[in-house]
């Protein structure tokens, strides 16, 4: 039986009846495929990919155009499962017009709806795009788009002031029309908070323990990437080394002759050869 798409107001309806929800972070056909055949509900396109895939540092250099390409690979893969397409910096921060724009490529590429990070400014953008009749998932806290600005990747709102702030972004995102909104790092008070002052669902990264959803990656999830492992993160499998291990089996085997075996051979029949010999 395929699955099932969760809507967007099924995804609202979660935060009234209490059930929570999962949104997972992948970028390519296979894990895609894997997740369509799980019970969780939403999976994000992250613009993550820049360090996850690329190997790069932050997200700023991500582009559009990479996000299209794994958006496109994901949705083969999960055609029944709700996509949120992240979009990149500065597709969205310059003005409304472009951020309409932008999101509605998004959006014809396969997307769900799109996940724009930022504060009360970048709300502004978001509420235009809602009006074009698109979803939007907010994203605040540590924001690594905008991380130049706050010194790198840190837990937000740990003094009052920003605390404030982060409370004032999300009323704004909520205001803006988006229909759920990432809480990233954030002190476990704080996302309570948030949580209580808000209609709409909160999904936690690293933002304590009262969110209505959760993200992680599941590259994180799987223990695949560890050149960090934020505190958030639980590791349920370790396939780094697995995969490790499956590597160095199989080159083992070609010194000892295990690999190779008949069974991987492909073989014509003996008069076949025969006559091959005879040709020359
Ligand atoms: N693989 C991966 N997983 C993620 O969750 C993730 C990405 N990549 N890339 C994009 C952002 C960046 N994220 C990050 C990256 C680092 C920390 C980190 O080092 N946090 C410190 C806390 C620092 C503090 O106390 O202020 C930690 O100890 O977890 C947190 C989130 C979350 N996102
Ligand atoms: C950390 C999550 C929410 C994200 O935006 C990403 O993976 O790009
Ligand atoms: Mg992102």
Known sequence: MSKKKITVPQIRERKQNGSKF?????????????????????????????????GCEGTVHVTLE??????????????????????????????????????????KNGADCVKME?????????????????????????????????????VQGKSIDSAKKMLENAIAFEKAGA???????????????????????????????????????????????????PKFVKQYKLLGKEILDGFNSWRNEIDSGAYPMREHCFNVSEDEINALRDSL
């Open 22 to 54: 999962a949104m997972i972070t992948v970028y390519d056909y296979p894990m895609a495929a894997i997740v369509e055949q799980s019970d969780i509900e939403l999976i994000l396109v992250g613009d993550s990919l820049g360090m996850v895939i690329q």
């Open 66 to 107: 990479d996000i299209l390409y794994h958006l496109k690979l994901v949705r083969r893969g999960a055609p029944n499962t709700f996509i949120v397409g992240d979009m990149p910096f500065l597709t969205y921060q310059a003005c409304e017009s472009e951020a309409i724009h932008n999101a509605g490529i998004l959006m």
């Open 118 to 154: 930022g504060d009360v400014y970048a709300a502004e953008k978001a509420a235009a795009v809602v009006k074009a009749g698109i979803p939007v998932m907010g994203h605040i806290g540590l924001t690594p788009q905008t991380a130049a600005s706050f010194g790198g990747f840190k």
């Open 179 to 229: 229909f759920a909104i990432v809480l990233e790092c954030l002190p476990t008070a704080l996302g309570a908070l948030i949580d209580e002052k808000i209609s709409i669902p909160t999904i936690g990264v690293g933002a304590g323990l009262n969110c209505t959803g959760y993200n992680l990656n599941a590259y994180d999830i799987l223990g695949i990437f560890d050149k960090f492992v």
